[in-house]
């Protein structure tokens, strides 16, 4: 299932990466969140897919995933 090896993925490279935020406000850009919209706006078309092929209950929501 891709939304599953997505989030796999993602914690992986989240866990690997917790500097990031700190790196970017000391580049000089400190609003980060074009970072938060992209990961969302991912999760969001994974889990869309996912819940129109069955493979996800159609109560599950993006900020659900990301508590996992």
């Known amino acids: 299932m891709a939304l599953g090896a997505w989030l796999s993925a993602a914690t992986a490279q989240i866990s690997t990466s917790r500097g990031l935020t700190a790196s970017v406000v ?13 990961l969302e706006a991912a999760a ?12 996800v209950r159609p109560d599950v929501s993006v900020p659900q995933l990301s508590n996992l």
């Not at 000391?26 to 992209?38: E, F, L, M, Q, V």
């Not at 969001?44 to 493979?55: C, E, F, P, T, Y």
């Open 26 to 38: 000391a580049a000089g850009s400190a609003d980060a969140s074009w970072c938060h919209r992209a």
């Open 44 to 55: 969001a078309s994974l889990l869309d897919r996912a819940q129109r092929h069955r493979s």
